[in-house]
């Protein structure tokens, strides 16, 4: 997969987040949400996408900028996004209210909030 996008860590460049804010909650048009932790979307993790495939980001595939979150599950990587909110205390997003892990490591298979 080619992406092209800016790094969340150039994003976070333009603010001062309190030292507090150890985690984020994205946000999406539709009122979709979810939550990740700060440190798993610096250091080169994730980033916010314009193009897929040398072509400009589709709608259908969260144009016209999705945040991507690459080693998480894929609905951490939220089509549409509008905003990021900078929090003390971690929040369940949208499918996390519904019963899915609130970490999403596919590597431990973490897919529901019970595994």
Known sequence: MKWLGVSVDTLLE???IEPTGKYVMAYSDGGYTTNVPLDEM???QAFVAYQFDDKPLEPVHGGP???VVPHL???K???W???LRFMEENEPGFWEQLGYHIHGDPWKEER???D
Request: proline share 0%; no cysteine.
């Open 112 to 114: 529901y909030s019970g």
């Open 14 to 16: 333009a603010v001062q």
């Open 42 to 44: 610096t250091k080169g």
């Open 81 to 83: 996004i509008r905003g």
């Open 65 to 67: 900028a999705r945040l």
């Open 77 to 79: 990587s939220a089509k």
């Open 73 to 75: 599950y894929f609905w």
